[in-house]
């Protein structure tokens, strides 16, 4: 009897993993840039990676299943898909970010430690020892963001509408492509990115290669320690909130509520209050992510935000859909029109 739908579910969803390590294991050998200037023998590409050339052929037959690579007389060559996405020059790559999943693919392995015991395990944040994981992770995250930032930056623009000069803080903004988006979209618009040393030094890299030094400030620095600026237009806080608990969130929300004009928003891309399947599951997927990577992130749902906006001391909060069905922007100002119009009429 063939398996019933039911059965078929179970199946696919434990066997997944193994196509998943397949394009893990591609991506961690350096096998695309390997190929990205023609075909090579089983043996000149085993040399290459430093691969056992018998495994290595095995490997490659499977990775042909995936439309990953093509025989040819001439040896293994690039699919067209390949050379778009995993080749780390392409303007399409995912290179950066198929490779920074190996540390996850293991890191999701002691999912059960951390459901038992309630907490990250050590050996799951072990390889963020590593001295080039900042910048691994924050390429990956980069290649994610470039899928969307222009759609976020429209999004974003009609808040700005009344500015000629706006001044955007891109809050935790890490490779800074949202507040580069921006500003290539807003000529007159100039942003400030704020994060870690190892993260800003990064940063500088990917700025300068779209030559916005002139307008895109990076800042390095503790976000409660040190001063991030004031009297901004617009604070990006995309991805920085889930790594804290509550009481961190609130009091990082009130630092950014002060940096802002009284007329200036908030911004947060967050899981929509009316979310879809897909995105429940997104959403509780990247949760269970903050488990295993942190000591007390979360990933906070709409009405978490939406509280925590509100003892803060934000106003006038909405949602703005983006062409990402499982994500939106939650916006709310630093002080109410109501507000801004009677402190209008006493001036």
Known sequence: MPPVPSQQRILEFAQSFRIAALAITFAELGIAEHLVDGPKSTSDLAFAVG???????????????LDLVTETPAGWQLTDSSRETLVPTSPSSLAHFLAAQAAFYRRWG????????????????????????????????????????????????????????????????????????????????????????????????????????????????????????????????????NGMGEPEAERLLRRVRQALLSTGWL?????????????????????????????????????????????????????IAITDPDTALLVARAQSSALNALSSTRA
């Open 267 to 319: 911004a947060i891309r967050a899981t929509p209050p009316k979310a879809s399947p897909s995105a429940i599951l997104r959403h509780a997927l990247h949760d269970l992510q903050m488990l295993l990577a942190t000591e007390h992130g979360r990933n906070p749902t709409a009405q978490d935000l939406e509280s925590w906006l509100e003892r803060t001391g934000f106003h006038e909060r909405r949602w």
């Open 51 to 65: 691969a056992d050339a018998t495994a290595l052929a095995r490997f490659l037959r499977a990775a042909a299943a």
């Open 110 to 241: 002691l999912l059960a430690e951390a459901v038992r015991t309630g907490r990250a395990p050590d050996a799951s944040r072990r390889e963020e020892d590593a001295s080039d994981w900042v910048r691994r992770f924050t390429l990956m995250l980069y290649e994610v963001a470039r899928l969307t930032s222009e759609d976020v930056a429209k999004a974003l623009l009609p808040l700005l509408a009344d500015r000629s000069r706006p001044r955007v803080l891109d809050l935790g903004g890490g490779h800074g492509e949202y507040a580069m988006a921006l500003a290539r979209l807003h000529p007159g618009l100039e942003a400030t990115v704020f994060d870690r040393p190892p993260v800003i030094a990064v940063t500088r890299e990917l700025v300068d290669r779209q030559g916005l030094g002139d307008r895109i400030h990076l800042q390095a620095g503790d976000f409660f320690e040190d001063p991030f600026g004031d009297d901004y237009d617009l604070v990006l806080l995309f991805g920085v909130l």
